[in-house]
């Protein structure tokens, strides 16, 4: 373990748990987000095509994650990161059958790294930490950084709802609201330190695996 992560995590005890691991990981995030094919994406420059693969992939990644959370759905720690109209799937498999029609399940498969970032979700099944370490990884920057990934998208490729049902959580309501009620939960997990060092070594595993993503699809469209 590098002394950062745990000077991070173990002391400043009077530091939320969140704001701890916000800072623990944002550089990683920042490697996720601002990765050349994102960029691509929110230039606008990305071609529709390139989009379509990004959701394919997404697909792959959420069902593991949602598969793994309704597994967990009664445990202590995992089990209180659950919404109703978060999971993500449902809307995945819309977008997909408007993007590529009814036949989309026959034309998309899990890239080598969506493979590996699969396989590690899968691992997280007996250490409930390292779930929400991955949850907290997608769906708090769904709801924030995705929102403008959604206006982008709609411009660039003239969507509607149809195509971008990914990024709308209307059943959450206010978006702020939930960010606010997410970043309690982590605080009033309790974790001890080992634990809570496991969670941040875990999300900085999750943002790498999803740049490694990124980075397949970026030699793919162009976009490194």
């Known amino acids: 373990m590098s002394t950062t992560v745990q000077a991070t995590t173990s002391q400043d005890a009077g530091v939320p748990f969140s704001e701890r691991l916000k800072a623990a990981t944002w550089q990683d995030h920042e490697a996720a987000e601002?990765?050349?094919?994102?960029?691509?994406?929110?230039?606008?420059?990305?071609p529709i095509d390139g989009y379509t693969a990004m959701v394919a992939q997404h697909y792959f990644a959420y069902a593991a994650l949602e598969d793994l959370g309704r597994a967990?759905?009664?445990?202590?720690?995992?089990?209180?990161f659950q919404w109703p109209g978060l999971p993500r799937v449902p809307a995945l498999?819309?977008?997909?059958?408007?993007?590529?029609?009814?036949?989309?399940?026959d034309r998309i498969s899990p890239s080598p790294p969506t493979r590996t970032y699969v396989a590690r979700i899968e691992q997280m099944a007996d250490h409930p930490e390292g779930f929400v370490a991955h949850h907290y990884t997608r769906y708090m920057?769904?709801?924030s950084g995705g929102q403008f990934i959604r206006q982008v998208a709609a411009?660039?490729?003239?969507?509607?709802h149809e195509g971008l049902s990914f990024y709308v959580f209307d059943e959450l309501g206010s978006l702020p609201r939930f960010r606010s009620d997410y970043r309690q939960r982590l605080?009033?997990?309790?974790?001890?330190?080992?634990a809570a060092d496991r969670l941040v070594r875990e999300t900085r595993l999750a943002y790498q695996l999803n740049t490694e993503v990124l980075a397949d699809l970026g030699r793919t469209w162009g976009a490194r």
């Open 34 to 46: 601002y990765h050349g094919f994102t960029r691509a994406l929110l230039g606008g420059t990305l």
């Open 72 to 80: 967990l759905a009664d445990d202590p720690v995992a089990g209180r």
């Open 93 to 105: 498999v819309r977008d997909l059958e408007h993007l590529l029609g009814p036949g989309w399940r």
């Open 141 to 143: 920057g769904d709801v």
């Open 155 to 160: 411009r660039a490729y003239g969507l509607t």
């Open 187 to 194: 605080d009033a997990l309790g974790l001890d330190p080992a």
